[in-house]
């Protein structure tokens, strides 16, 4: 299965993609266009990036992306970078046409980011937009904010960067890693050590500040993110890197009250869900030690976590994110698939 091959052959789909096409914005009109080019090189026999196909050509335990329903049921195959032996941090746009996530050979700090479609003309397109990770879309999906690693292979400033979501215009916006754009488009959030300890911070687009956003000192933090409607910022925190023990903590921006919602050996990124009322996140299975599996919880901390279905299969199930609508999730697992 050859998931760039076009289902139409190019002079039929041409009439309607350009009609589509007239109605996008300029940005998207670029990016589609770099996903056209891939179906015509592969119908003309020239290799391009072929995503593996995970229940034959993917090594047991290479993390890949993947998507599943809400409560774990259904889990697919969707993509996996050729010769990386780490897929994650898929992230959706807003539209949920196209899907962004971070590949590497084993070393994080040469990770590369990748846009792949998901819906549209050129589903199963994919384009490689250089070296990055942890990548977010701008509200208006216009933009890509991702961060680059110290030690990267084309030497690149470390820390945040943001792009067109075409990989052009590439921009150096500030030290620290893994950022979430804001509901509003007018700011990141981040975290980073500036003062000898891990902390959240905000970038503000409006006057170019960088403000710490919580007093606790934390020895490492692996992600922030958003509420859908801005008022709140759920983070992980780590009391203890080297065991991965820490706490999912909801912030109220408008007075920095803090709740904690969850603790223990948990890690990743957490993101909401479309609602408001959930948030995904992993925590280590007590049973097999190390072993990571997806959780939800109600993020005013009303119950406790709950882990999703279909994860006894594989060894790390991490990074789940909401699609916008709720219906899907996309996340990474080194899980083996089911054939479709």
């Not at 754009?181 to 905000?202: I, R, T």
């Not at 993020?299 to 991490?318: D, M, S, T, W, Y």
């Given at each position: ?90 992230t ?68 945040i ?20 754009w ?15 300890f ?10 170019d ?34 065991s ?49 599996r ?37 996340f990474?697992s ?7």
């Amino acid at each position: 299965m050859n998931l760039l091959a076009p289902s139409a052959s190019l002079l039929e789909a041409g009439a309607t993609r350009g009609a589509i096409m007239r109605r996008l914005p300029a940005f998207r009109i670029r990016l589609w266009v770099a996903l056209a080019g891939l179906h015509v090189l592969a119908t003309c026999g020239v290799p391009v990036m072929n995503p593996a196909l995970a229940d034959d050509s993917v090594v047991p335990g290479i993390p890949v992306i993947g998507l599943m329903a809400p409560d774990g049921g259904d889990p697919i195959f969707l993509v996996g970078a050729p010769g990386m032996k780490w897929n994650g941090s898929p992230t959706w746009a807003h539209d949920e046409k196209l899907i962004a996530f971070e590949a590497n050979n084993g070393k994080f700090a040469e990770g590369q980011l990748h846009v792949i479609a998901v819906r549209g003309p050129f589903k199963g397109s994919v384009r490689s937009l250089g070296v990055g990770g942890a990548p977010t879309w701008s509200p208006n999906d216009e933009e890509l904010a991702f961060h680059i690693r110290e030690g990267n292979s084309e030497n690149q400033k470390p820390g945040i960067w943001v792009m067109n979501s075409d990989g052009s215009r590439r921009k150096w916006l500030s030290e620290g890693e893994r950022p979430k754009w804001s509901p509003s488009g007018n700011s990141l959030v981040f975290a980073g050590k500036f003062e000898g300890f891990a902390a959240v911070y905000q970038l503000d687009f409006t006057n170019d500040a960088r403000t710490r956003l919580i007093d606790q000192k934390y020895q490492n933090i692996p992600g922030a993110s958003w509420s859908p409607d801005g008022k709140q910022i759920a983070f992980i925190g780590y009391t203890e890197f080297a065991s991965r023990t820490g706490e999912l903590v909801v912030m109220t921006v408008v007075d920095r009250k803090t709740t904690v919602v969850a603790r223990g050996r948990i890690g990743w990124h957490p993101n909401w869900s479309p609602d408001g009322t959930l948030i995904t996140f992993t925590m280590k299975d007590p049973e097999i030690s190390g072993a990571d599996r997806v959780h939800v919880v109600d993020a005013r901390g009303g119950f406790e976590p709950k882990r999703l279905k279909n994860q006894e299969i594989g060894f790390r199930n991490v990074e789940a994110e909401w699609s916008p609508t709720g219906f899907q999730m996309v996340f990474s697992s080194d899980r083996w698939w089911p054939r479709r």
